[in-house]
């Protein structure tokens, strides 16, 4: 149990072009759903954070124009990478709290590679 | 701000030996305190947890003990085997918050 999926894994994009992300919670509905990025060799960076049907809300520094998240329902949250540029090439990671209440345990995804050229 | 401290950055051991990772953190009040394992170009595992209410928790080869007082936790792993080799994340949840706060990972390196 307690599945998360991202899609795609990995996408190659041109520099000013956008990019879409999808965060699906499989087997479990998801009150909130966290976005990460990681550069290599480091730890996770939380970007925001995103209940479901509400704006979301990001961590200082984050542009909130720039990812925009949509967390449409309780199994899926996106993040729309807008105007990409390398610098924006990274991992990025989801996770997702289980509802029902504040267990704290958090799954994650197997996470999408973004490569801005 | 609250911080999450993990030492070594790295550990190298041999298989069968154990390895113990240590985290340390600033609020008193945190109450949540997972361990993720990540493999490299995979997302975080969560491999054990636990609450502020117990000492310690165990699952087979890892265990998790954690000291209130002194504001650490530690994850054990015994017998280790070369699939053990990953980057390990501890983490907290602070009071007032819903987010989890990182350490910098440790990368455990078992060598057959």
């Known amino acids: 149990g307690a599945v998360v999926s991202q899609h795609p894994s990995w996408v190659i994009c041109k520099s000013g072009t956008s990019v879409k992300i999808e965060c699906r919670s499989l087997d479990f509905q998801a009150t909130t759903m966290f976005w990460y990025r990681q550069f290599p060799k480091q730890s996770l960076m939380l970007m925001a954070t995103s209940n479901e049907g509400s704006k979301a809300t990001y961590e200082q520094g984050v542009e909130k124009d720039k990812f925009l998240i949509n967390h449409a329902s309780l199994t899926l949250s996106t993040l729309t990478v807008t105007s990409a540029h390398p610098e924006d090439s990274s991992f990025y990671i989801c996770s997702a709290d289980v509802a029902g209440g504040p267990s704290y345990e958090q799954y994650f995804g197997p996470g999408t590679r973004l490569t801005v050229t | 701000g609250e911080n999450v401290e993990q030492h070594p950055s790295t550990l190298s051991v041999q298989e069968g030996d154990s390895a113990v990772i240590k985290c340390t953190y600033s609020d008193s009040a ?83």
């Open chain 2, 30 to 112: 945190s109450n949540y305190f997972p361990w993720y394992k990540q493999e490299l170009g995979k997302g975080p595992q969560l491999i054990i947890d636990i609450r502020s209410n117990v000492g310690e928790k165990k699952d087979q080869r890892i265990a998790v003990t954690l000291n209130k007082t002194a504001k650490h936790f530690s994850l054990h792993i015994t017998e280790t085997q070369p699939e053990d080799s990953a980057v390990y994340f501890c983490a907290a949840i602070f009071s007032g918050y819903s987010t989890l706060t990182f350490g910098k990972g440790t990368m455990l390196l078992v060598s057959p």
